[in-house]
């Protein structure tokens, strides 16, 4: 088995997405690949799956593949048993076949090559095995197993981890996953570790969780170009490893950058008084061997205009370093508030689905959040967590219970998955740019009353997507770019608190990093909720509720 890719480009109308990618994937190699949204990473996936043919270069593979992607579209009426069957099909035409040549196997005239190899197959999908793996990989991940269950009565999170358990059970030889751990829970995610470091397969992981990238992988590609424009492989494994290395070669690149900059400064000064000197100082007075000074003039200058060409040969070009994320000054309170009186607070919250069954039940529990106040909740899927910061946020009523909330309080939220594009008046929310939503957000609170216009945050001064992709729409940006614009639009109505439930979600290590350094800054109130193992072990000194 083996998955090779030779200088792979690839490009959307107007947009080149990725260039230059080398990569090697044979058994019990695990690939981590990083890089800023938007970088390709999706992208690659699909180019290394079949799903889309690189505009340059070339893919090669050898065994069976199986891609888990970040989002699972249902067919209408599909269930989680179909999706369960179509797992199952390919183990069992495999036993099938090995049953078939048995049977029919000629001990004097039979290839016995073709049926070793075959019931090597066979054991190694261990076919016999097969619907208890299934079931057992969709209880450790927290997936529904109800066979008859429609997938579109399923959240995202659920339908991912449907799928993710057929795939695990499936035993392909080459396993490509888009950010596996977004839905999972720290048991789920314990597991998932485990399978993967049991693989014997190859497999590609896109993923922006930093424990899972120290724990399984062997090797990580970067995605963003290094010094000479093409993606960089950094070999030692885990996520430390490959961070250091990272900012050792960015110094370096620096550090010429920043010489070769002062050097073709200082021949440019030299290059404009040679200039001078030929339109002044080289002027000789009349009959005083003007052809010699003249001479001597141009050779000068020429010599400055070979320098300069040899420098900008030799230069080192930096492409547009990665935004930073520029924070705002968030509010802690508005004039005449009480210091003493909690932004928002809930009293034994219950709310209760549609279906009857309980999704929140908190009898004699007193949650109140303070003016800077801070809050870390925890616990596995399932326990209303992403409940409890809908109801502290007043976006689901109480069955039981009261939300009291001081008049005027401005409140962001950011929830698990991306919110729905819509648009306002005539906005069609199919070509809605970035810009557009973003100002209808800002608009609809001033003509509330409910933001001061000193306080709106221009969009794209957060450094969280570039201009350009601004003036996209948004149904053209990819899964971290619209999680990107979630937190931008999120940012403009400068909350006095910020709800953020799983907010590491589909963005880059990178600015993973920054926000978690930015949340523990702000003057205003967080909440958040989530699995990323890291970013709570970085808001450790933060009041935890753990539910569960």
Known sequence: MHLVASDLAFAYPGRQVLEHVDLRVSDGVRLGVVGENGSGKSTLLHLLAGDLHPRSGQVRRQGTLALVEQELTPAPGQTVGDVVQATLAGVRQVAAELEAAAAA?????????????????????????????????????????????????????????????????????????????????????????????????????????????????????????????????????????????????????????????????????????SYEGLSDEWRPPKGSQKHRRGTRARIHVKAADRLIERLEAEAVEVPTPPRELAFPDLPAMSPGWDPAEPLVELRSPRVVAPDGAVRLDLPGTRLAVPPSGRLLVVGPNGTGKSTLLAALAGRLPLDRGTRTAVAGVRVGVVGQENGPIVGRGLDDPATLTGFDAAANEALALLSRGQLDPAHVVPVAALGLLAEEDLDRPLSELSAGQRRRFELARTLVAAPHLLILDEPTNHLSIDLVDELTRALARTAAAVVVATHDRRMRADLADWPVLTLG
């Open 105 to 273: 196997f000629d001990h004097d005239s039979g290839d016995l090559g073709a049926l070793t190899d075959l019931l090597a197959r066979a054991e190694h999908l261990e076919s016999w095995d097969a619907d208890r793996r299934v079931d057992v990989a969709l209880t450790r991940l927290g997936a529904e197993r109800d066979p008859g269950r429609p997938l579109e009565s399923l959240s995202v999170g659920q339908r991912y981890r449907v799928r993710l358990a057929c795939r695990l059970a499936e035993r392909s030889d080459l396993l490509l996953l888009d950010e596996p751990t977004n839905h999972l829970d720290d048991d789920a995610i314990a597991f998932l570790t485990a399978e993967l470091q049991a693989w014997r397969g190859g497999v590609v992981l896109v993923t922006h969780d930093r424990e899972l990238l120290d724990d399984v992988a062997t090797a990580i590609l970067d995605l963003d170009p290094a010094m000479d424009g093409r993606p960089a492989l950094y070999g030692q494994p885990g996520y430390l490893a490959y961070r250091f290395a990272k900012s050792q070669a960015l110094h370096r690149w620096r550090q010429r950058y920043r010489a070769e900059r002062k050097r073709a400064a200082l021949l440019a000064e030299r290059l404009d008084a």
